[in-house]
């Protein structure tokens, strides 16, 4: 099996930051693209950033030049400092792998299990 397990999540004012890790373990045999969703209440699940195994990353118009997004590929960990915090960034965040379990099957996607960011104005 694969899980993925976020924290760092918590209360912060606006303009503050906060670093969110995903730790990914299990049978891994190769992760390909990682990102950062979120979904606010009542809100559908959106993308916030994401990044290839070779660094290539996206992120949302919302969260450009205040997000970054990050991997470890030794630790399979992806990271998502957050700068300039917004009370619109308040959300559950999720992560999302694309994770092979071995060189044969298929990739699939896993999610944790989402961490909340509140930001206070």
């Known amino acids: 099996q694969v899980q993925l397990v976020e924290s760092g999540g918590g209360l912060v004012q606006a303009g503050g930051s906060l670093r969110l890790s995903c730790a990914a373990s299990g049978s891994i045999f190769r992760i390909n693209a990682m990102g950062w969703y979120r979904q606010a209440p009542g809100k559908q699940r959106e993308l916030v950033a994401a990044?290839?195994?070779?660094?290539?990353?996206n992120y949302a118009d919302s969260v450009k030049g205040r997000f970054t997004i990050s991997r470890d590929n030794a630790k399979n960990t992806v990271y998502l400092q957050m700068n300039s915090l917004k009370p619109e960034d308040t959300a559950v965040y999720y992560c999302?792998?694309?994770?092979?379990?071995?060189?044969?099957?298929?990739?699939?996607?896993?999610w944790g299990q989402g961490t909340q960011v509140t930001v206070s104005s």
């Open positions: 990044i290839t195994s070779g660094g290539s990353t």
């Open positions: 999302n792998g694309e994770v092979m379990r071995n060189a044969i099957m298929a990739p699939r996607h896993y």
